[in-house]
């Protein structure tokens, strides 16, 4: 089994900056992509920004320029560093890693259990 472990999240004005930061754990061959998504209340889980095993990144296009992610392997880590926070960014924000398997290398993903990001105007 793998786990995550996010932290970063909380309170912040308009115009500031959050770090979001996510700890992978568990059994596994290997970690591939690495990703942030988001969820407003009313609104469906969107993906805001993924980055592959290999560094290439990918971004929603309401985040593009705000928002960066990154990931270290060694530590087994993700990172979403949040710029220029507006209060559409409100939203409950989750970690999701995908991997291969252990002895089996069966491919899965895991999901974090979502911090909370405010943003107020």
């Known amino acids: 089994q793998v786990q995550l472990v996010e932290s970063g999240g909380g309170l912040v004005q308009a115009g500031g900056s959050l770090r979001l930061s996510c700890t992978v754990s568990?059994?596994?061959?290997?970690?591939?992509?690495m990703g942030w998504y988001r969820q407003a209340p009313g609104k469906q889980r969107e993906l805001v920004a993924a980055i592959t095993s290999g560094g290439i990144t990918n971004y929603a296009d309401s985040v593009k320029g705000r928002f960066t992610i990154s990931r270290d392997n060694v530590k087994k880590a993700v990172y979403l560093q949040m710029n220029s926070l507006k209060p559409e960014d409100t939203a409950v924000y989750y970690c999701?890693?995908?991997?291969?398997?252990?002895?089996?290398?069966?491919?899965?993903?895991?999901w974090g259990q979502g911090t909370q990001v405010t943003v107020s105007s």
């Open positions: 568990g059994r596994f061959f290997s970690i591939n992509a």
């Open positions: 999701n890693v995908g991997y291969t398997g252990a002895g089996n290398f069966v491919r899965g993903d895991s």
